[in-house]
């Protein structure tokens, strides 16, 4: 493949649609001008950018006035990914989110998730001996895997199970008695007892080591002995080869693409451990990778990134005052994806088994609804650009132009006939006029709608 | 000394007015009432007013309402419930549309059993009677003189029956006759002293009759004359450990003293009127018969309880809302976190001039 | 029974009722004394309990439900549950739709039940959900079902109107029909085929409602208007097995009273009209219904309302459901209370083991994960 200029739209799109959750065609031929490499060291380097303050948010949406909503941490992130100059943040946090699984469905306490959704994102691009760390110490990940029941005299396998099967090595790297060593060295790692919901609603509970409870003696694991706590376990498990692996699969799977590529695998992990497990060095190898750049559109959306990466191009939700987010985080749950309640221990299954009959439905008429609304400033902005100096457009001029607004999809010949076809009523597609010409704009609306119900769209 | 008085703890004018002198000893904890409930209960609590019935009205948001109409909850001292009012639903259909739902935000009495709550979302106020029905509303969108943008605040000015109410979104203050009709108006956008920044509560003296003004994304009190001029500012100057966090209500009590919804640090703060801070309440809720008999029905809460580290937390305030006064010197704090408010009272002495040296006399910092 | 209606397919109804039923105060044992003990404020008077026998009563507010009784069609399963009982909402319905009490998974009882009734996915239409989003019941990764909001109006692009929408819908089609010639990735395909499957699954239940005719006027509530949809899909005879409706509002922490009243009378009358509706069609043999509750709610009432308790009850209805009081219902005796619980007697897998085998003819191993006690006599005619 040939190299493609920093200055490329298209790639700089990529890029965007991976490190965030998308941006407008405006949005990207701006950041297009600074460079790909410069955007790329934005994207890491967010710590620049300020969080975004959230007091009006919480002002001016109803939600809030319950505390106990964990809905309401997932309409706050939902507005959080739409709008923080911070994407790559959300975007890495919703992946780790996925992978160290926890959910209101056992953890039915809001400030506990909340509480686990901030210390994600405090570590999401750092250390990843430090993020498993913190994992380990989240009264939300203790409740998710019974870790509190873990007692030196009666263990409790479950968290230390977990760790080694879904949270670092996976399967197949370690025996038996290292899943009994890794968590009897957790033992005595717990939780306060909180104050029970009844009369006043949650309390938030803190993380204790109670040494009374943690089992000292000698154990062995992954083949080192020592009289090993919680800390040294994860030491042993970040330098492992098979931790690189798993750190660098699940970042190829989620940034790259739905089929993996043990070259480019082989490579982030060489990274991860080069830099000392520093999860910021991989995404930088990353993103200047061919592989990552030559991976357009080779991801099945999750249906937070399809919703957030839809409204990010409507341009609805950049005011706190804007009320509707409730509907945008319904919607993710109509498409399979419930924020802050993943189905298992495993997170969601992703790729092609996003798309299911009830999903895809969901999918396509949510895309379709919102950038039919002409209303929407993103919208009517598209509509805007779409007439050069032109003034009229042949059929497949205006698809290409609404692709461009779009992204520039992948699409595929038939997509393009079939359109084509659809339009073919219209030798050329009188544009003199824009925005202002309803004929002109009822016909683009309905090539970007038609656009965003392909099969094509489904991907990122 | 006279003019403006620039002290670590607040910039401020001399504020005149016949404020009695005071030994002032205290307040006193004396309930806390209210549950966490969707009907009959404190849910969305988002602003407390009072009437001469004695009774204690809880505006709440329309969070988890089956119905998803406003609901204003009433009860007393004793933490007994009346039913709850839920003004006319109608009225609010008509407001709102089928689709909109009403935020309200603030919410006060006359004291004579009307009732005036403001809706941020739709720009109208609607006027209440203790029965739950509407009697009207009115308000027109935009920025111009007598038009709202996020009507919030709501005062009753007990000099004329006329009312104040906060416009959040252009940081204007202006006095409305009952029934709407635009008297006078103040207030710009910023954050130097004077100006405005998405205010929510405001306060009325009723000493010198000056309003008071939870300047809320600056993080401070405002005072003003009712024609805007400003004489006083509570907050950013203060001393760290005083720092407001989005304060979201200011009341004063007969004697002029302001009490400060301090809701980013779920506490209230207790001012005199020339803005010295004098103490600060963080909660000491007792828990409600109500709160028990939850409990009792459930065995293993009552249980897990014998083992809790931290019990204490129960009494504190989370996220107050609002705060109100009676003419009993009582402080009613919207603990709307907590589902409940709880209510402290001030305990006194007035002082005689002969009693009291007066200001005049002092100077420089003595001992003993 | 006609042979005509023998021949039909056996369909299964499942009604959720959220947030946790008061089973105690559903089918209230009003001749216990200590239910008058522990429900000082929620507590039905006996005068107002409509009597089935000496001990048990339905609720006031529930007549139709009590007549169907009466008729021998509703069976009543007290004491229902499975062991570690979970308070929460979330957890303890997720229990009851994957059937797995001990580990988290996805995948739904239902869900495995479609894939068993129609492994060739010939009918997309086998399993159709009314309400808001898919339940977890019924969801199966590669195994097609429909989640229908509102019957009119439900389809693929509805936000476009009249005749754009069906150009829209037509253009669709032709994107998303996979040519077996062209070379698409399977993931292309995959996407394709289930585009597909949603557009023959919206065209089918497109003429449920024109098909539909019926002297029965349903309620305009929720749950009325699933169960009106349901019918509709059912009498237009395209195949669907698995139904599911919900009603939501049962978490009565406080205002118990007029709140659950309101409740089981919409739920009563909702659920004999679709039973009179299907009878009115002559096709009520073939439809049974089973109605849950993620769990009871505490013995003790808290003063205005229940909290999150276990040991709840269902119900299963129909012409083919031999009618009755199944099980024995849990002691109110204190010492015999967990955690201020009814203690349940029957796991709820033990019904859906007796519906599987005994309605669809499935074994039910494989779906409810291990060996479950059977109802005896539940269904007419089966073992």
Not at chain 2, 234 to 241: A, F, H, M, R, Y
Not at chain 3, 6 to 25: E, I, M, W
Not at chain 3, 158 to 163: A, M, Q, V, W
């Amino acid at each position: 493949m040939a190299t493609r200029a920093a200055t490329d739209v298209g790639l700089v799109g990529h890029l965007m649609r991976r490190a965030g959750f998308g941006a407008s065609a405006s949005e990207t031929e701006r950041l297009a001008e600074i460079g790909y490499d410069n955007v790329v060291e934005g994207l890491l380097g967010f710590e620049q950018q300020p969080r975004p303050v959230e007091d009006l948010l919480e002002r001016y949406h109803q939600d809030h006035a319950d505390e106990e909503s964990v809905k309401w941490f997932s309409k706050r992130w939902i507005y959080r990914m739409i709008n923080s100059e911070r994407p790559l943040e959300e975007k890495m946090t919703l992946m780790w989110h996925a992978r160290f699984a926890t959910g209101r469905s056992k953890v039915n306490n809001s400030p506990m998730m909340g509480d686990h959704l901030e210390m994600l994102r405090d570590n999401c691009l750092g250390n990843f001996r430090t993020l498993l760390l913190e994992l380990a110490l989240s009264p939300a990940m203790i409740w998710w895997l019974d870790q509190q029941t873990n007692h030196s005299d009666a263990v409790n396998e479950n968290f230390g199970r977990e760790l080694l099967e879904l949270f670092s090595m996976g399967r197949g790297n370690y025996t038996e008695e290292d899943v009994r060593a890794c968590a009897r060295a957790f033992t005595g790692w717990t939780i306060d007892q909180t104050i029970p919901r009844y009369p006043n609603g949650w309390y938030d509970t803190n993380y204790v080591y109670r040494s009374h409870d943690h089992d000292p003696d000698v154990k062995t694991f992954l083949g080192e002995t020592g009289s090993f706590g919680g800390e040294d376990i994860i030491d042993i498990i970040v330098r492992h080869p098979a931790t690189g692996q798993f750190v660098a699969s699940n970042i190829y799977r989620y940034f790259v693409s739905d089929t993996p590529n043990q070259e480019a695998i082989d490579y982030l992990a060489s990274v991860y451990f080069e830099s000392g497990h520093e999860l910021r060095d991989v995404m930088r190898a990353l993103f200047h990778s061919d592989f990552f750049k030559d991976a357009g559109y080779a991801r099945v959306k999750s249906p937070a990134e399809h919703v957030v990466g839809v409204i990010k191009l409507t341009g609805e939700h950049t005011s706190e005052y804007e009320f509707g987010l409730a509907s945008l985080e319904a919607a993710t749950l109509a498409m399979g994806q419930e924020l802050l309640n993943p189905p298992t221990v495993e997170g969601w299954h992703t790729g092609f088994e996003w798309i299911d009959s009830a999903f895809l439905i969901e999918r396509v008429n949510f895309s379709a609804d919102r950038l039919g609304n002409l209303d929407a400033p993103g919208v009517r902005s598209i509509i805007d650009r779409l007439p050069g100096a032109d003034l009229s457009l042949t059929p497949d001029e205006l698809i290409d132009r609404c692709n461009y607004e779009l992204g520039q999809l992948n699409l595929e010949d038939r997509s393009r006939r079939v359109l084509t076809k659809e339009l073919e009523l219209h030798h050329d597609i009188p544009c003199a006029g824009g925005s202002s010409n309803p004929d002109f704009t009822e016909i683009a609306i309905e090539v970007l709608q038609m656009l965003s119900a392909s099969k094509e769209f489904q991907f990122a | 000394m006279t003019g403006i008085l620039d002290t670590p703890s607040t910039l401020t004018k001399e504020i005149e007015g016949d404020y009695p002198m005071l030994l002032r000893m205290g307040h006193r904890f004396e309930t806390s009432v209210g549950q966490r409930l969707l009907v009959d209960g404190l849910y969305g609590a988002i602003d407390v007013a009072l009437d001469r019935d004695g009774l204690i009205y809880v505006i709440n948001k329309h969070v988890g309402s089956p119905s998803g109409r406003v609901r204003i909850a009433v009860c007393d001292l004793d933490d007994q419930f009346k039913p709850d009012i839920w003004p006319m639903p109608d009225g609010e259909r008509e407001i709102m549309g089928e689709e909109k739902l009403p935020s309200p935000v603030g919410f006060a009495s006359d004291g004579n059993g009307n009732f005036y709550g403001t809706d941020e979302h739709t720009n109208v106020v609607v006027r209440y009677t203790s029965d739950g029905e509407t009697l009207g509303y009115w308000g027109e969108s935009g920025d111009g003189p007598g038009q709202f943008n996020a009507p919030s605040g709501i005062h009753v000015d007990p000099t004329d029956g006329n009312l104040w109410v906060v416009n959040t979104r252009n940081s204007r203050i202006q006095k409305f006759t009952i029934d709407g009709a635009y008297v006078s108006g103040f207030g710009e956008v910023g954050s130097a002293p004077g100006q405005l920044d998405h205010p929510w509560g405001i306060g009325f003296d009723p000493i010198n009759e000056t309003l008071l003004v939870a300047d809320w994304r600056n993080d401070r009190i405002q005072r003003f004359t009712q024609s805007g001029e400003l004489l006083q500012i509570i907050g950013p100057n203060d001393v760290e450990e005083r720092h407001l966090n989005r304060p979201s209500d200011v009341a004063v009590d007969a004697h002029g003293d302001i009490y400060i919804c301090d809701r980013g640090n779920d506490r209230v703060l207790h001012y005199n009127p020339r803005g010295l801070f004098l103490e600060q309440f963080v909660g000491d809720a007792v828990m409600t018969e109500r709160g028990a008999d939850k409990l009792m029905a459930n065995p293993d809460m009552l249980q897990w309880r014998d083992h809790i580290v931290d019990l204490d937390r129960e009494k504190r305030l989370m996220k107050p809302s609002a705060v109100v006064v009676d003419d009993q010197f009582r402080l009613y704090v919207l603990d709307s976190g907590r589902y409940r408010v709880q209510v402290y009272r001030k305990t006194f002495r007035e002082l005689q001039p002969g009693q009291y040296d007066g200001p005049e006399t002092y100077t420089d910092p003595k001992l003993n | 029974m006609t042979t005509e209606s023998t021949k039909r397919d056996t369909v299964l109804v499942v009604v959720q009722l959220s947030g946790g039923n008061d089973f105690l105060n559903t089918v209230i044992p009003y001749s216990n004394p200590f239910y008058k003990d522990f429900r000082n404020t929620v507590g039905i008077a006996d005068s107002d309990v409509l009597k089935i026998d000496d001990d048990y009563g339905f609720h006031p507010s529930m007549p139709e439900i009590g007549d169907m009784y009466k008729s021998g069609d509703v069976a009543i399963i007290a004491g229902v549950g499975y062991p570690e009982p979970d308070r929460s909402h979330f957890r303890s319905m997720d229990i009851w739709h994957t059937a797995e009490p001990s580990a988290v998974i996805a995948e739904g009882w239902l869900g495995r039940s479609i894939r068993e009734l129609d492994p060739q996915k010939q009918n997309v239409c086998t399993g159709v959900s009314f309400g808001q989003g898919l339940p977890r019941a019924m969801y199966l990764s590669g195994t097609p079902a429909i989640s229908v909001a509102h019957l009119e109006g439900y389809g693929l692009l509805t936000s476009l109107s009249g005749n754009k929408q069906r150009k829209a819908v037509n253009a669709f089609t032709r994107m998303y029909v996979p040519e077996e010639f062209e070379e698409a990735s399977v993931v292309m395909n995959h996407i394709g085929q289930t585009g597909i499957d949603a557009l023959t699954g919206a065209d089918m239940l497109k003429v449920a409602p024109e098909r539909y005719t019926s002297n029965v006027e349903y309620a305009d509530d929720a749950l009325g208007q699933s169960l009106r949809g349901i019918a509709q899909v059912h009498l237009a005879d395209i195949g669907s097995r698995i139904f599911y409706a919900q009603q939501g509002g049962y978490d009565v922490h406080g205002a118990q009273i007029a709140t659950h009243k309101g409740l089981l009378k919409d739920a009563s009358r909702a659920i004999s009209d679709f039973f009179d509706d299907l009878k009115s069609h002559d096709q009520g043999e073939e439809v049974i219904m089973l109605v849950f509750s993620e769990f009871g709610r505490r013995i003790r009432d808290n003063g205005n309302g229940t909290d999150h308790g276990s040991g709840g009850g269902a119900f299963l209805i129909g012409d083919s459901v031999n009618g009755g009081m199944y099980a024995e219902y849990p002691s109110l005796a204190p010492e015999d209370h967990i955690s201020g619980d009814m203690q349940f007697n029957n796991d709820f897998r033990s019904i859906y083991s007796t519906i599987l085998e005994g309605w669809f003819g499935i074994a039910p191993e494989q779906i409810v994960n291990g060996n479950f006690e059977r109802f005896q006599g539940l269904l007419a005619g089966a073992a």
